[in-house]
C-alpha cells in the first residue's frame, strides 16, 4: 500500500475503504419495516431478527485463496547530511557538491528497511497471485503468507503501473486453492460485495457491503475505471479480493478516499474484466504493451451534441488527429464521433482509451462514427503505443511524480474546510517520490501548476502532458487554510 503516515489527520489514502452501513441502509436495502417484530421471533427481550444476508459459506470457501503480502526494500539516503528524506537542501544546491566535500567531508550515506504490507488472491493452482503494482513495486524481498500461517518467498512475475496490477508467483506447489475470477461487467450499483485482506495488518479480516458506483475516474493514471465500494477497507487491503455473492472476484481493492487514513465509505477497486485481459501479458512478458489508435478526444457535452446533431451524449469526440497514426490511415478525421470500437460500444469517451489500449497490436478493427449526422463504418489496424509521443509522455509524467489526484466535490470541501471547489486534492503520495521529495502531502489541494490555474483533474491532465522529465514543475497547493509554492524536480 501507498501510504506515509497511515494514522496522519487530514490523510489521503490510496488503499481503501469504509464503515459499513448502518441501521438505515439494511432497512432500505432489504426492505425492513420500521416494526423491526415484523422479522422476529421469540418472545420478551430475546428477539432474532431475521431476513438479512450470511456471507458466512463465501467467507469459508474463499478465504483460503486469499493471502497476505509483506515486501521489504532497501533505501538509500539521500541528500548531504544523511537526510532521511532527500529534502532538497538549499546551502549544497548553491555552492556545490564539491565545496561540501573539501571543506566538510561527505557523511557516509546509511541504509534502511522500507517495510510494506498489502494482500493478493491466488488465480492458479501452481501458484500465480494477483495484487496491486503498488504494493510489491521497487521490493527487494515479497513474502506471501497463507491462511494456515505458511510463508513463502514470492517473485515478481510481471507488473503493470498503468493499472497498478501486478502479477507474483510462488514456487514448488501445484495444488492450491484459487479464487474463481467473475464478471465485473455484470454488477450492479447497489449489489452486495464482500473484501478479504489484511487490514493494517492485524491478520485476514472479512467486511462486507455495496457497490456504490461504477466507472469512477479517481485521477490515479490513464485507464481509470474503478468500481466504488462502501464494504471497509484499509491500509493493507491493497490487492486482495473483492468478491460478489456468488463468491467470485470482482475486483481488486485498490484506493480509498479518506481525511484520516482510515475507511469512510468511499473505497475502489479494479474491475476484474481489466485485470484479466492484462494476465497472459504479464504471464508471458512480464508487461503490457498497447495499442494505439492516435486520436485525441473529448468528452460530448450536451451543447456539443446538439451542435453535431448527435442523439445522445455518448460516444468520444475526436478533437484531433494524430499525423501517420492508425485514425488517420483509417479516415477518421477531425469531428468525428466513435461510437463503436471493434463491437464495443463507447458510451463515455474515457471508455475509448482502455479499449484500445487492450487491443492486439496489428489487428484490423471495425470503427464506427458518426460525421455530420450520419454512420460511417472505418477500419483502422492497431499500432503500438510505445513512442506515440504526447499521448504517452501525459501518462508517463503523471506517473513519475508518485501521487495520485481526484476531484473536489461540494463535501470534500466541506470536510477540508476549503473555501471553493475549484482545484484537484492530492489523494496518494508514494514514499520517497518525485512529490514526497517536493513536500507534497496527502490531502494538498493543488490550485496551480507552473502558474496555471488547476480547476479539475482535466486541467490536471492537460498541464501535466505538456510537461518534460527535465523540466523543475512549480505547484501552488493549499494545506490546512494555508498556500505555499512547492517545486518539484526531476531525478537525472
Known amino acids: 500500500m501507498k501510504t506515509n503516515n497511515l494514522l496522519k489527520k487530514l490523510g489521503y489514502v490510496v488503499i481503501a475503504g469504509s464503515l459499513f452501513g448502518a441501521g438505515s441502509l439494511f432497512s432500505y436495502l432489504w426492505n425492513i419495516p420500521e416494526d423491526v417484530s415484523a ?8 428477539q432474532v431478527v431475521t431476513g438479512l ?6 467467507v469459508k470457501s474463499q478465504k483460503a485463496s486469499v493471502v497476505n503480502i509483506a515486501t521489504t526494500r532497501v ?3 539521500r541528500g548531504f547530511g544523511g537526510s532521511p528524506h532527500g529534502q532538497f537542501d538549499p546551502f549544497r544546491d548553491f ?3 564539491d565545496f561540501f566535500e573539501k571543506f566538510f567531508g561527505e557523511r557516509p550515506k546509511r541504509e534502511y528497511k522500507a517495510q510494506n504490507l498489502g494482500s493478493g488472491f491466488i488465480i492458479s493452482k501452481d501458484g500465480y497471485i494477483l495484487t496491486n503494482n503498488h504494493v510489491v513495486e521497487k521490493a527487494d524481498e515479497i513474502i506471501v503468507r497463507l491462511s494456515d500461517e505458511s510463508e513463502f518467498k514470492a517473485e515478481l512475475v510481471g507488473k503493470d503501473p498503468k493499472t497498478d496490477v501486478a502479477l507474483i508467483k510462488i514456487k514448488d506447489h501445484d495444488d492450491l486453492p484459487v479464487t474463481k475470477l467473475g464478471d465485473s461487467d455484470s454488477l450492479d450499483v447497489g449489489e452486495w460485495v464482500i473484501a478479504i485482506g489484511n487490514p493494517f495488518g492485524v491478520g485476514q479480516t472479512v467486511t462486507a457491503g455495496i457497490v456504490s458506483a461504477k466507472g469512477r475516474d479517481i485521477g490515479a493514471g490513464p485507464y481509470d475505471d474503478f ?5 471497509s477497507i484499509n491500509p493493507g487491503n491493497s490487492g486482495g479480493p473483492l468478491f460478489n455473492v456468488k463468491g467470485e472476484v470482482v475486483g481488486i481493492n485498490t484506493a480509498i478516499f479518506s481525511p484520516s487514513g482510515g475507511n469512510v465509505g468511499i473505497g475502489f477497486a479494479i474491475p476484474i474484466n481489466m485485470a484479466k485481459r492484462l494476465i497472459p501479458q504479464l504471464k508471458e512478458t512480464g508487461s503490457v504493451t498497447r495499442g494505439w489508435l492516435g486520436v ?3 468528452p460530448i457535452t450536451k451543447e456539443l451534441s446538439e451542435t453535431f446533431k448527435l442523439p445522445s451524449e455518448e460516444g468520444a469526440l475526436v478533437a484531433d488527429v494524430m499525423e501517420g497514426s492508425p485514425a488517420e490511415k483509417s479516415g477518421i478525421i477531425r469531428g468525428d464521433v466513435i461510437t463503436t470500437f471493434d463491437g464495443e460500444k463507447i458510451g463515455k469517451m474515457r471508455d475509448l482509451p482502455a479499449i484500445v489500449a487492450a487491443t492486439p497490436v496489428g489487428k484490423k478493427v471495425k470503427v464506427e462514427v458518426v460525421r455530420d449526422g450520419k454512420k460511417k463504418i472505418l477500419t483502422a489496424k492497431i499500432d503500438k503505443l510505445e513512442g506515440a509521443g504526447e499521448e504517452k509522455e501525459e501518462e508517463s509524467i503523471i506517473g513519475e511524480l508518485g501521487m495520485s489526484v481526484q476531484e473536489i466535490t461540494p463535501d470534500l470541501a466541506k470536510r477540508l474546510d476549503f473555501k471553493d471547489t475549484a482545484g484537484v486534492i492530492v489523494s496518494m503520495v508514494e ?6 521529495l517536493g513536500g507534497i502531502r496527502r490531502g494538498d489541494v493543488i490550485m496551480e501548476i507552473n502558474k496555471t490555474e488547476i480547476k479539475d483533474v482535466g486541467d490536471y491532465k492537460k498541464v501535466m502532458k505538456k510537461l518534460k522529465t527535465d523540466d523543475a514543475v512549480l505547484f501552488l497547493v493549499w494545506r490546512d487554510g494555508n498556500t505555499s509554492y512547492k517545486v518539484l524536480k526531476f531525478d537525472k
Request: hydrophobic share 35%; aromatic share 6%.
Open 431 to 436: 514514499r520517497g517520490g518525485i512529490a514526497d
Open 227 to 231: 468500481i466504488q465500494t462502501d464494504a
Open 95 to 97: 555552492f556545490g557538491d
Open 53 to 58: 444476508p450470511s456471507f458466512a459459506e463465501i
Open 39 to 46: 422479522l422476529s421471533k421469540g418472545t420478551g427481550d430475546s
Open 75 to 77: 533505501v538509500k539516503e
Open 296 to 298: 485525441m478526444i473529448q
